[in-house]
């Protein structure tokens, strides 16, 4: 896929841009032939939390790893805050980082982990004991500054390791999957403690993770990475509302795909015939001609159960296949010829859904504001 534009791209609120780091024509390769990031134009707005999002290899951990000085790009500037970073060392660009495995020092106690930053930077005791406490308080473990790292869970390290990448004040904080190594509950719950915090503290996150749902519930904006390029760059609900290709598309949520060509072009819409002569209307994402081979794309939550006899100028005749218990929706899973099977989600008061069974036929009603046409 191509690359998209990602340097005119804004962090979603009002007035001038601030660009904290800007990355202009990076590329990054470690045999001299195969471009592990291609070309990549990126700004940082000051303030922002930003998640670089993508499968395993898109690139999306090296782009952090040259950000944070332990990898250096093949082509290309990286700049923080003006300053060309390009072969500036680690510890002197004023970037704190939290790693997956929180890097603590086993030997040295909570208290002298969070301080090790102060003492490489030669700041007085003083100030450093005052400094470690603020950073103790800022992630609740105030109490905790004489023990080890042995003795705290995996959730009290992770609040340890981002004390310690906070505790110097950096311009930019650099977060590589550091909830990776945690439960469900305890991640979600860090999810949202490390969102407050940001909101508090006002410091720039760049978050690297491979986890959509992650990237959705605290970022300001996300980068989605494949194959080295962004694919797209935009805030969570633009994202996911509006995604600009099919990858995006079906790497972030749910979603169901149906293929076909597309039989009519009116602006910014189309219709897709599909293989069994079914014509759906939706956005022509990619500008697609008369003709061409197409995938549509709809989230589940964006689909209703048509009732008996009920019309739409968007239904698709399905078989249901099964129902799945979710908790708090349905999913009901459906077939179609020639296609995948799809998925729609019903609320558990929905009233179509106590005469469901699987076998039933169905009509869905696809709403064409949200089914998007991709080539």
Known sequence: MEPLSTSSSTSGGNGARDHLVEFRGVKKTYDGENLVVKHLDLNIERGEFLTLLGPSGSGKTTCLMMLAGFEFPTGGDIRLDGKLLNKVP???????????????????????????????????????AEK??????????????????????????????????????????????PLGALDKQLRERMQIELKD????????????????????????????????????????????????NQFVAGFIGDNNRFTGSVEARDGDACQLRLGDGTLLRGV???????????????????IRLLAPGAESANALPVTVSSLIYFGDHVRVRCALPRQDDCFIKLNLKDPALPGLSAGSPVRLDIDPAHLRVFI
């Open 284 to 302: 022509n994402a990619n500008a697609l001609k008369v003709g061409d081979a197409a995938v549509a794309c709809i989230r589940p939550e964006r």
């Open 132 to 177: 470690v406490k603020r950073a103790l308080d800022m992630v609740q473990m105030g109490k905790f500054a004489d023990r080890y790292p042995a003795q705290l869970s995996g959730g009290q390290q992770q609040r340890i390791a981002l004390a310690r990448a906070l505790v110097f004040d950096p311009k930019l904080v650099l977060m590589d999957e």
């Open 90 to 128: 680690p510890h002197k660009r004023d970037i704190g980082m939290v790693f997956q495995n929180y890097a603590l020092f086993p030997h040295m106690t909570v208290g002298q982990n969070i301080a090790y930053p102060l003492q490489v930077r030669k700041v007085d005791a003083g100030a450093r």
């Open 197 to 244: 915090l940001h909101q508090r503290l006002g410091v720039t996150f760049v978050y690297v993770t491979h986890d959509q749902s992650e990237a959705l519930t605290m970022s300001d904006r996300v980068a989605v990475f494949e194959h080295g390029v962004i694919q797209q760059l935009a805030a969570v609900e633009t994202l996911y509302e509006r995604p600009e």
